[in-house]
């Protein structure tokens, strides 16, 4: 019997697991995207993918198991022990099916990988390919790789096909009435829909949703609010990471996005200054320009107020020793991508410092899923940036999202094709919530406030009441900000407010503004319902205003800071207990409740 599995988007986790259902027998695999399959974020990763290789090949004294402690120590105590283990130990596994389908890693003068140093990382386990070009290299090969098996007929492929809901109903053995069967798409103006026996979520981020922003136009929350409106938990949407190094240049809706410099630059010895010229980040963490992202941006915030400046003022990156230590050309030659977007600016970065300043990057929050890519909706999968596995915590590791992508998205098809036709999914796994240890006490030599630490863990994201849904429980107005934000919705306005709200640093009051802003907003978009509207626009603004709300009231929830979560209130709260739950934002599930399935897995030779 055919089983169909349809994959919705094309980054790293789609274009691989695309691929390997595609190779099994009796699955029809569909891949829809709503661009073309070089779009998302996928193709615009620099730094490289993070593994610890085979004997010959990973650093000297490298091991799984330091990858696994620098994993969790980023993740600040809020990451599932098990999901980084799986993904540490199995890392090997699909580098190796990335080079069978086509990828190429850069190699080292002694013919082994080259392997490039990250911030947070204890060796040097960084694959690139390309220079700085990994993640175009890696979607240009996935691409390459899934139109050849497109053109063999093992693999259908729908470009400009925008997913608007997905499609819910009894699954193939007559049970679980609010499993998913389907999607509906938006294709050439009309509205489609495609049955399925599961859906595989994998739309990546939502990085529009702020000012400044490495994503690029399409990534716009599709997934995370597809899932939400069909029931699915949604976990840790709080954390949001803003890369700390993008070129400064003016910001412009519905632009192209900030130009990353990468974490490998720092890696390579590149330093911040301030406007002064002086090194200023050794006076906030002990690994200064190699602490975890969420510090170094974190740091950024802090020193500008520090010194007066004005939030929005870069700083400098100044990479003028790298080319003096490695040799004239050297830059041009490790990052290429890098040099030709700093030279289109205007700068030399050979010869001169380049202005940076923080932007919203990643999510480590997403829809829930357990270790097998499951979701609490039965015949529904997330991978990559839209799911949330644990993998994260409360801030991700340089460079383990493109792995991230690549190990669950293959442990998703692997499950689809274990399964038995009626039991498709069960709930998610619990997340292994675990004291947080963070300090805000200042670290040793500095004379400023620490960036790693800030206030005690506090009570987290808990379910979203149905008042809240609907208005009932947001707050007002606080005095003085009713007229700050414009009273019709605009994605410029959006981004405004949840930069200016809901960015490095956040208030509770700040918060309670965006709360209220947002209901008001909602009114009159309702994003929490499934629209029947073929303006692929207007899905996309309603997707966009549905992640800020859950957002910020996942946000408004946690009072005290852990990770990328930074409250900058200025009283701290009183720590108390974690559970599971605590950590979920979700609808009521469907009246039968979760349930467990128990199923083989088959393994996919990669």
Not at 520 to 548: M, T
Request: charged content about 20%; glycine content about 12%.
């Amino acid at each position: 019997m055919t089983r169909c599995l349809v994959i919705v988007g094309s980054g790293i986790a789609g274009l691989y697991a695309a691929l390997l259902a595609a190779e099994a027998p009796g699955v029809e695999a569909v891949l829809l995207t709503k661009g073309t399959l070089g779009d998302g974020n996928t193709g615009y990763a620099q730094g490289g993918i993070s593994a610890v290789l085979g004997p010959g090949e990973a650093a000297p004294g490298d091991s799984v198991s330091a990858h696994i402690a620098d994993t969790l120590a980023a993740g600040a105590g809020l990451c599932d022990p098990e999901a980084v283990r799986v993904l540490c130990t199995e890392a090997v596994r699909d580098i190796a099916g990335l080079r069978r389908f086509g990828v190429e890693f850069d190699a080292a003068a002694t013919g082994g990988p080259a392997l490039g140093l990250e911030a947070a990382h204890s060796a040097a386990r960084i694959l690139h390919a390309g220079g700085d070009a990994t993640g175009a290299r890696i979607s240009h090969a996935l691409g390459a790789a899934v139109l050849e098996q497109a053109a063999r007929g093992r693999l259908r492929v729908l470009t400009g096909a925008f997913a608007t809901a997905l499609l819910t109903g009894p699954d193939a053995g007559g049970q679980d009435a609010g499993a998913v069967n389907g999607v509906a798409y938006l294709a050439g103006g009309r509205r489609h829909r495609l049955d399925a026996d599961s859906v595989l979520l994998a739309t990546g981020g939502a990085g529009r949703m702020f000012s400044r922003t490495t994503n690029p136009r399409v990534a716009t929350a599709d997934g995370l609010a597809l899932a939400w409106r069909a029931g699915a938990a949604v976990r840790d949407l709080e954390f949001y990471q803003f890369h700390p190094t993008t070129l400064a240049t003016a910001d412009t809706p519905d632009g192209p996005p900030a130009l990353l410099v990468s974490e490998a630059v720092r890696g390579e010895g590149a330093v911040l200054r301030d406007a002064a010229g002086r090194r200023f980040l050794p006076d906030y963490h002990p690994d200064a320009e190699l602490a975890p992202r969420d510090v170094v941006s974190r740091s950024i915030a802090l020193h500008l107020a520090a010194t007066g400046a004005d939030a929005g003022t870069a700083v400098h990156l100044d990479a003028r020793g790298i080319e003096a230590a490695r040799g004239a050309g050297y830059l041009a030659r490790r990052f290429p991508t890098i040099s030709a977007g700093t030279r289109a600016a205007g700068y030399d970065w050979t010869a001169e410092t380049v202005p940076v300043s923080p932007a919203a990057h990643y999510w480590m929050g997403g829809v829930a899923t357990d270790l097998a890519g499951r979701t609490s909706v039965p015949g529904l999968y997330a991978a990559g940036e839209v799911a949330c596995t644990g993998v994260h915590g409360a801030n991700r590791l340089a460079s383990n999202s493109l792995l991230e992508g690549l190990v669950f998205g293959r442990r998703a098809v692997e499950d689809f094709l274990g399964a038995e036709p009626s039991h498709h999914s069960t709930a998610p796994r619990a997340p292994h919530d675990r004291p947080n240890l963070a300090s805000s006490v200042r670290e040793p030599g500095s004379c400023e406030p620490t960036a790693a630490g800030g206030l005690a863990l506090t009570h987290a994201s808990a379910a979203l009441s149905r008042d809240a849904e609907s208005g009932g429980s947001t707050p007002a107005f606080p005095e003085g900000c009713i007229e700050t934000w414009p009273g019709t919705f605009s994605r410029d306005a959006l981004g405004r407010l949840m930069t200016r709200t809901a960015g490095v640093s956040r208030t509770g009051a700040g918060l309670d503004a965006a709360a209220a802003r947002l209901a008001a907003w909602a009114s009159d978009l309702r994003p929490e319902a499934v629209s029947e509207s073929a303006d692929q626009a207007g899905h996309e603004d309603r997707n966009l205003l549905l992640a800020a709300t859950l957002l910020v009231e996942a946000a408004r929830r946690r009072t005290g800071s852990v990770g990328a979560h930074f409250r900058a209130d200025p009283e701290a709260a009183a720590a108390v207990p974690h559970t599971p739950e605590s950590r979920s934002l979700h609808l009521p599930q469907p009246a039968h409740g979760p349930r467990h399935a128990t199923r083989s897995k088959q393994r996919i030779t990669s």
